[in-house]
């Protein structure tokens, strides 16, 4: 009977998944990911196989409405697609770790009531991401579960990097400085010894530009600051979300404009950003499509933040060694890392346009003094490793 391992990824109103199987006398290997969008709504099943084979695409009825009934939904099918299977681990990307949660942890009554305190630190991801692990707990009860933080890589920062300066009492209910993105930021520093050893002990700042976006410096391999703080609205602009902004604006909007609290989460998370500069998407793609003058406002506005936040990053790092692109925009467009590369010049970085678009993973040429690269991120397997590792510790 071959063994199959999950790791989920539960959110508002996606499950996003992946199924590793590993037969008798073999390796893990990936089987099958794939996600239901628009649980709540219009709710819809995809998958691929291993090799990328669309192996489902379907409707799914609206009693798909929660955490719980889409993974009924996901259990049917697999179910269906592998007879004979036993489910030896599940993996979850959980949002917060808080400070006390280091590295990944086995999931025990007690791990979930403390995740569950950490809820008003992440109200709008933890209860998707907590509601999945009962979810589980109540179908398969006893099958371990593994809770993988996306705060846990930046724990060990040095106390400046992590301080929000407020009032002790205010820090005491746990406002200071998480960071986020960690299970990408670690599975490139796993990677970078084998695809870039020179660099992988040096200075380095990992980009992840996606929908959300950040910047993580590494030292070491190890994580030393990151532009996400609080929460991740901060440091770079988004598709949807300012990253930093003056917070007398958020007063502003409180004070003179006299809008709810509920309102403002609204402008900040899903208004903002590339969205709410453009007036015309959040994606990359279509803004660098267009010609309109507040579309290349936002992309001009992306770029220059990405450059500053970087230089913000190598006055910590005290210089730096390499720069690495990650996620849907780092990966995948030249145009942004070749205005990126040229922005942060000064540091050292010389583009190599030609390897640049042909998507490198090398980008700069053998001369330049700081190298830059463009790796892809792969955080489900991040999740799996821990939850093999951890579970074969027993
Ligand atoms: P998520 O945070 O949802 O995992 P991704 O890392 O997949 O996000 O990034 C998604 C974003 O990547 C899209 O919104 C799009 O803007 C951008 N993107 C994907 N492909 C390209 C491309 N070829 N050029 C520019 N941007 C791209």
């Not at 490139?188 to 950040?214: C, E, F, K, Y």
Request: charged share 20%.
């Amino acid at each position: 009977m071959d063994d199959y391992a999950l790791v989920l990824n539960a959110g508002s109103s996606s499950l996003k998944f992946c199924v590793y199987q590993r037969p008798a006398a073999g390796a893990w290997r990936l089987a099958a990911r794939g996600q239901i969008d628009g649980i709540g709504t219009s709710p819809r099943f995809t998958a691929k196989d291993g090799d990328g084979r669309v192996v489902a695409d379907q409707s799914l009825d609206s009693t798909v409405l929660d955490a719980r009934t889409a993974l009924d939904a996901l259990a049917g099918w697999l179910r269906s697609q592998y007879t004979s299977a036993r489910v030896v681990g599940v993996g979850h990307r959980v949002v917060h770790g808080g400070s006390r949660f280091t590295g990944p942890a086995v999931v025990t009554p007690q791990v979930l009531e403390e995740l569950r305190t950490l809820v008003p630190l992440a109200p709008l991801h933890q209860p998707h991401n907590l509601a999945a692990i009962e979810a589980v707990a109540g179908r398969l009860p006893d099958v371990p579960q593994v809770a993988c933080f996306d705060t846990s890589f930046h724990r060990g920062q040095p106390a400046v990097a992590e301080i929000v300066p407020l009032p002790a009492h205010i820090r005491r209910s746990g406002v200071q400085r998480y960071g986020f993105h960690g299970l990408s930021y670690e599975y490139i520093a796993s990677v970078l010894p084998r695809v870039a050893p020179t660099i992988a002990d040096g200075r380095v700042i990992v980009a992840h530009l996606g929908s959300g976006s950040s910047l993580c410096a590494l030292k070491n391999g190890k994580s030393v600051d990151s532009t996400f703080g609080f929460t991740a609205l901060d440091g770079l602009c988004m598709g949807t979300r300012p990253g930093a902004i003056d917070p007398g604006v958020i007063l502003y909007l409180f004070q003179s404009l006299g809008l709810s609290a509920k309102e403002v989460e609204t402008i900040l998370y899903k208004q903002s950003g590339l969205l709410g500069i453009s007036g015309l998407s959040n994606d990359m793609r279509v803004l660098l499509e267009s010609r309109e003058p507040a579309a290349r406002l936002a992309v001009d506005y992306f770029v220059y933040r990405a450059a500053k936040e970087i230089g913000a990053l190598a006055a910590v790092l005290g210089g730096i060694d390499a720069l690495v692109f990650t996620a849907g925009i780092g990966e995948n467009s030249a145009e942004i890392r070749r205005r990126i590369c040229e922005a942060s010049a000064w540091l050292g970085i010389e583009l190599d346009t030609t390897s640049n678009d042909t998507g490198g993973p090398r980008l700069s040429l053998p001369e330049s003094r700081v190298s830059a690269w463009v790796i892809l991120t792969n955080e489900e397997l991040m999740i799996a490793r821990h939850t093999r590792d951890l579970l074969a510790k027993g």
